[in-house]
């Protein structure tokens, strides 16, 4: 089993940048395809961006060039660093890690952290 817990939110202007981490627990992290959802006020939860084990990565249209995900296998980290951030960005983001082990679907969630964007 992984435990997942995301820090770095907070409160940040326009234009600023925030690094979200979500650390990994629990034995085989390096395995995870790890991916950072959102979920603002009203809305549904929507992928933000996500990692494989290999490193490759994939973004929503509405975040690319401004956020980057990334991994330390070793720290058994993966973050998100979110630049130019918007009103529109404030929400609760989420990391979720998937896997497949010896046949079995493994799918983890975070509690959250909350990103709010304001001036």
């Known amino acids: 089993q992984v435990q997942l817990v995301e820090s770095g939110g907070g409160l940040v202007q326009p234009g600023g940048s925030l690094r979200l981490s979500c650390a990994g627990s629990?034995?085989?992290?390096?395995?995870?395809?790890v991916a950072w959802y959102r979920q603002g006020p009203g809305n549904q939860r929507e992928l933000v961006a996500d990692?494989?084990?290999?490193?490759?990565?994939n973004y929503a249209d509405s975040v690319k060039a401004r956020f980057t995900i990334s991994r330390e296998n070793a720290k058994n980290t993966v973050y998100l660093q979110m630049n130019s951030l918007k009103p529109e960005d404030t929400a609760v983001y989420y990391c979720?890690?998937?896997?497949?082990?010896?046949?079995?679907?493994?799918?983890?969630w975070g509690q959250g952290t909350q990103v709010t964007v304001s001036s």
């Open positions: 629990g034995g085989m992290f390096s395995i995870y395809t």
């Open positions: 990692i494989t084990r290999g490193g490759s990565t």
């Open positions: 979720n890690a998937k896997a497949k082990i010896f046949g079995r679907n493994y799918n983890y």
